[in-house]
């Protein structure tokens, strides 16, 4: 087996940067703003908060955890302490990244598309209603994006963790926060803005239900990169001496912060566009590629900050990739022992082989409808909908059982005096399995039309 010396992040910097390079991605950019707009803005955003800094801490601290006391991916550390059938859930989790990354590829794709689109000053037709339908009902063009997003993730990735994901990162999320900002200070400045800010930062209570908080939930567990394997690969490239608990709070708030970012970037500038209309910002999925491209057309420099938009959306989503890709890569070196390039060879063949059938049920194989759902779709459902609560519950069963609480209390205490340890104990072992069978059962039924999300 290839040895891992030398996959190790060079410190407390390096783990934060990827880790929060992982977590914000296109969950941050693309599905907070359309879940804030339609759940009630403010009240859904106090409620996301909530969820990050007691589940999402709880989830995020288990599976470092797990990962820098075996200095294994999710396979090796399920094997370590898990008895029985339990042990499986290693290659479950271990799975759910190969799964997802062909479809966020192909993503990444349309997100270069638009990029290169603004860029060339196509910001007519980039706002055109048809514009995103017909594109990617194409059978050759959106494979060819696909492909080469794949290629940037690889590029990173084959460089290996220090050279590659954590120089990577030290570049692109200080570019990301900087673009962010730019963007939210042209949003917020447009005339009728400052209603939309107020919409998504301050809570309104009369909007609260339940399913502002499993909808919060949901997007917490996609935004975090929680129960994908990642986690657990990533905490086994972190050296011992590495403060775990001030790291972990430095990427809620990264996290976080890019979140709050990603509204203010949106919302406030739907809302000027659309004058003040609340339902402009029910495109759901489709306001990223549909309804924000729009905005910037009715903008003045719409094409330099669409293109600039749509660059911090390929940042935030190249980030995530590498993360996906790179967990998948030390799945294969780990169980197999083949060497970096391989086992990258071997992912690109998969995300290739996997994503142009994700591509293509836009267009040519759209008539392929498992569940009802697009083929991209039906791929998003199975990871985040049912794989990955599944997963994090596996997860929080291998604490208790497997580990024991004072097992990844001590490892947290090797660098960190672990403040918040009552209430990780009290999370992992009642509210966070509860949490994850009610996220699962209500994503399941919202998908079969028994209740709506």
């Known amino acids: ?23 914000v991605g296109l969950g941050n950019i693309w599905r907070f703003p359309y879940l804030a707009a339609k759940y009630g803005g403010g009240i859904f955003l106090l409620v996301y908060i909530l969820l990050a800094v007691t589940f999402g801490f709880t989830l995020i601290i288990s599976e470092t955890a797990l990962g820098r006391m075996t200095g294994k991916g999710p396979v090796g550390a399920f094997k370590t302490f898990a008895k029985g059938k339990l042990a499986a ?3 479950f989790t271990a799975l759910i990244p190969m799964l997802i990354v062909p479809y966020y590829c192909v993503i990444g794709g349309w997100v270069i598309k638009y990029l290169v689109g603004f860029a060339s000053g196509n ?3 980039m706002a055109s209603d048809t514009y995103f339908s017909e594109f990617t009902a194409l059978p050759v063009e959106p494979v060819i994006w696909l492909l080469v997003f794949i290629a940037l993730t690889f590029l990173v990735v084959i460089f290996g963790v220090e050279k590659g994901i954590e120089r990577i990162s030290k570049i692109l999320m200080p570019v990301l926060l900087v673009l962010a900002v730019i963007i939210c200070i042209y949003s917020v400045t447009r005339p009728g803005a400052l209603e939309g800010v107020a919409y998504y930062l301050i809570p309104d209570f009369s909007k609260f239900s339940l399913m502002t908080v499993v909808a ?5 567990f996609y935004s975090l990169s929680i129960a994908m394997g990642i986690l657990i690969t990533y905490g086994s490239y972190m050296k011992k001496e590495v403060d775990m608990e001030s790291s972990v709070k430095q990427i809620e708030i990264m996290d976080t912060l890019v979140a709050i970012l990603a509204g203010l970037m949106i919302i406030p500038a739907v809302f000027a566009f659309s004058g003040g209309d609340q339902s402009a910002l029910n495109a759901g999925p489709s306001l990223m590629f549909i309804t924000i491209p729009k905005v910037f057309e009715s903008m003045g420099m719409g094409q330099i900050i669409g293109a600039v938009f749509f660059l ?36 690109v063949a998969e995300m290739a082989i996997l994503g142009i059938p994700c591509s293509l049920g836009f267009g040519v194989w759209d008539f392929i409808k498992p569940l009802g759902l ?16 599944i997963s994090a519950f596996l997860i929080c069963l291998l604490v208790i059982k497997g580990t024991g609480l004072d097992a990844i209390a ?26 994850l069978l009610i996220i699962f059962v209500s994503s399941v039924l919202n998908v079969f039309g028994i209740i709506t999300i």
């Open 374 to 389: 697009s083929i991209l779709d039906f791929f998003d459902f199975i990871t985040n909908s049912v794989m990955m609560p």
């Open 123 to 125: 910001v007519t037709e």
């Open 216 to 220: 919060a939930m949901g997007q917490m």
């Open 89 to 91: 859930g290693g290659w």
């Open 1 to 23: 087996m290839e040895s891992k010396k030398g996959n190790t992040f060079s410190g407390k910097l390096g783990f934060v940067l990827a880790v929060s390079g992982s977590a």
């Open 410 to 435: 001590n490892e947290v205490k090797l660098s960190s005096r672990f403040r918040r340890e009552r209430t990780y104990r009290f999370l992992v072992r009642g509210l966070v399995p509860v949490g």
């Open 312 to 347: 911090l959306v390929l940042v935030a989503a190249l980030t995530s990739s590498i993360s996906l890709m790179e967990t998948s890569v030390a799945t294969i070196q780990e169980r197999f022992g083949w060497s970096r390039k391989k086992a990258c060879l071997l992912m």
